[in-house]
């Protein structure tokens, strides 16, 4: 391993790291490189006690897939939900219940976290309301079966329209997400909704509006 | 994470500063620091567990200690996810002969099971000292619906199949609504391999109750 010898205190100051910054990726560079050296100094060849370390096989992380992969989002759910069909809006609940779920999911979250939901479909074509609306006084967004808040963002797609609901910090463990749809209009709804996805709020993963 | 024995102090540059660092960057920094030690020196595995013997850093896909590729392991992300097609609206009676296009399709009702639900899921693999490219130990969670009250409050049975062997767990409460059910845990090794394996959900309800399917996911424990 080469290394450079480089001393990380210029940057690291504390005038320079206000409370809430993020840590830069160069300041880890920079302490990377100090360990690295450490690591040279400290032994000869291998790390302390490694001496059953086995050397990496020539390889190039721009090619095939085994390398790192990704964390997943803490919930991301790519069914098909539809409300009503072609030609048939929807009118009434399954099995005469109270209410419909139109779209139900899992999240599953490691530790308190500010998170985002997007959930996202089509127009349907049927006659009544053919997208989900805050005009609907039934329709809620629940999370652990408590309403929360949720809007609607502008897509490029006019026949596309996408939910996003800022969930705050939600607590570690696994919790569900659903669409409800506690009262239909005379005219039914008609809608389809593609998929759904959570995402940090932190690190600009999601930028919304104020 | 814990410390090895053989572990050295940080060099002394780090230790001692001009000026403090603010408890955020000091916090978040040593962390980073102490992890990026461990994994220079092979002391401990992503669980920070301290290992008996050494192991070596392969990049090799699988014992790949970097942040990113670790991360299900260290944090419970889930790793997988499964979600049906579904006319959620239907009011017509279940239809399980044609669950997957069918407007009234989805719901189980005693007929037949079903399979709602065939997906990829990623098993996370198992840290150090388990087999290189074994799996780690892996849980799922199925989020049903139960169209009504059920005539018994574990009448809902899901059935989790991942790379061929499956696992069955039942719905805990009778009321009508959402509720989440636990299958597994699949045992670290249990599985011919860790990575893409394949997941098939199930669900059977006993006749004259009514269930379906929502969403599914995977997560190491």
Redesign the interface.
Not at chain 2, 40 to 43: E, L
Not at chain 2, 53 to 62: E, F, K, W
């Given at each position: 391993m080469a290394t450079v010898v480089v001393d990380p205190r210029p940057e690291q100051q504390a005038s320079n790291a206000a409370p809430q910054q993020a840590v830069r990726a160069d300041a880890f560079l920079l302490a990377w490189q100090t360990i690295g050296s450490s690591y040279e100094t400290l032994t000869t060849g291998i790390a302390p006690g490694n001496g059953a370390r086995t050397v990496a096989q020539v390889h190039d992380h721009s090619t095939g897939g085994k390398g790192a992969y990704l964390a997943q989002p803490p919930c991301r759910w790519q069914g098909f939900a539809t409300m009503g069909d072609q030609g048939i809006a929807a009118t009434a609940s399954p099995f005469a219940l109270t209410a419909t779920f139109c779209w139900a999911s899992m999240l599953q979250v490691y530790t308190d976290h500010s998170l985002v939901l997007v959930l996202y479909g089509n127009d349907g074509e049927a006659n009544g309301v053919n997208r989900p609306s805050l005009d609907l006084p039934g329709l809620t967004l629940e999370i652990d079966g408590i309403s929360t808040p949720f809007g609607f963002e502008p897509t490029q797609d006019g026949k596309a329209w996408s939910i996003v609901a800022r969930l705050g910090v939600v607590p570690a463990g696994l919790h569900t997400l659903a669409l409800k749809l506690s009262t239909y209009p005379p005219n039914g709804v008609a809608w389809q909704i593609y998929g759904a996805e959570v995402w940090s709020e932190a690190n600009e993963q999601v930028r919304l509006d104020p | 994470m814990t410390f090895?024995?053989?572990?050295?102090d940080?060099?002394s540059?780090?230790v001692s500063?001009?000026?403090?660092?603010?408890?955020?960057?000091m916090g978040?920094?040593f962390e980073?620091?102490e992890y990026?030690?461990q994994v220079?020196?092979?002391?401990a595995d992503a669980r920070g567990t301290a290992l008996a013997?050494?192991?070596?850093?392969?990049?090799?896909?699988?014992r790949?200690q970097?942040l990113?590729?670790d991360?299900?392991v260290l944090?419970?992300?889930?790793?997988?996810?499964g979600?049906?097609?579904?006319?959620?609206?239907?009011?017509a009676a279940p239809d399980p002969v044609a669950p997957h296009y069918a407007?009234n399709g989805g719901?189980a009702d005693g007929t037949a099971t079903l399979a709602p639900i065939r997906s990829i899921i990623?098993a996370p693999f198992a840290p150090a000292p388990a087999g290189i490219g074994s799996n780690a130990t892996l849980r799922s969670?199925v989020?049903i619906?139960k169209?009504?009250t059920l005539s018994a409050a574990n009448a809902v049975t899901i059935t989790v199949t991942i790379d061929g062997v499956p696992l069955v767990a039942n719905s805990a409460v009778a009321a009508?609504?959402?509720e989440?059910v636990q299958v597994g845990d699949w045992a670290a090794a249990s599985l011919t391999k860790g990575g893409p394996l394949e997941m098939i959900v199930q669900i059977s309800v006993p006749s004259g109750d009514?269930a379906r399917v929502?969403?599914?996911?995977v997560?190491p424990v």
């Open positions: - | 090895s024995a053989n572990r050295h940080l060099p540059p780090l500063a001009d000026q403090p660092l603010s408890g955020d960057v978040r920094s980073a620091i990026l030690w220079t020196t092979n002391s013997a050494a192991q070596g850093h392969t990049h090799d896909g699988v790949d970097t990113t590729a991360a299900q944090l419970n992300y889930p790793s997988g996810f979600a049906p097609y579904l006319r959620a609206d239907s009011s407007p719901w990623h969670q989020l619906e169209g009504a009508a609504g959402l989440t009514y929502w969403h599914s996911l997560l």
